[in-house]
């Protein structure tokens, strides 16, 4: 019914920048707000950024300063920004979007992105 595509992950040196995005379509009604995760060999999956449809962010504290969100409500894309990119970084970054599927009802669901790598290597 929703599907999340995501593009722009790949292999960077340590200081590089990388701008994901991810476009999401289907049955939407509306999108409450769009996000980034991301999970690490043998962590958990993490908060790195997220926007509400009202333009309101949150970041993790280890990106702030270096990754920046931005939304496209018209085309029901999210942007995130990487600069300054650290090894540590490195995980599969997913893309989240709360979703309103139709206009009678405030039911919000969950939907995810298939995941994209980001590798930050020298």
């Known amino acids: 019914q929703v599907q999340l595509v995501e593009s722009g992950g790949g292999l960077v040196q340590p200081g590089g920048s990388l701008r994901l995005s991810c476009a999401a379509s289907?049955?939407?009604?509306?999108?409450?707000?769009m996000g980034w995760y991301r999970q690490a060999p043998g962590k958990e999956r993490e908060l790195v950024a997220v926007i509400t449809s009202g333009g309101t962010t949150n970041y993790a504290d280890s990106v702030k300063g270096r990754f920046t969100i931005s939304r496209d409500n018209a085309k029901n894309t999210v942007y995130l920004q990487m600069n300054s990119l650290k090894p540590e970084d490195t995980a599969v970054h997913y893309c989240n979007a709360r979703v309103r599927k139709i206009a009678t009802s405030t039911v919000e669901f969950n939907y995810w992105g298939q995941g994209t790598q980001v590798t930050v290597s020298s």
């Open positions: 289907g049955s939407i009604f509306s999108i409450n707000a």
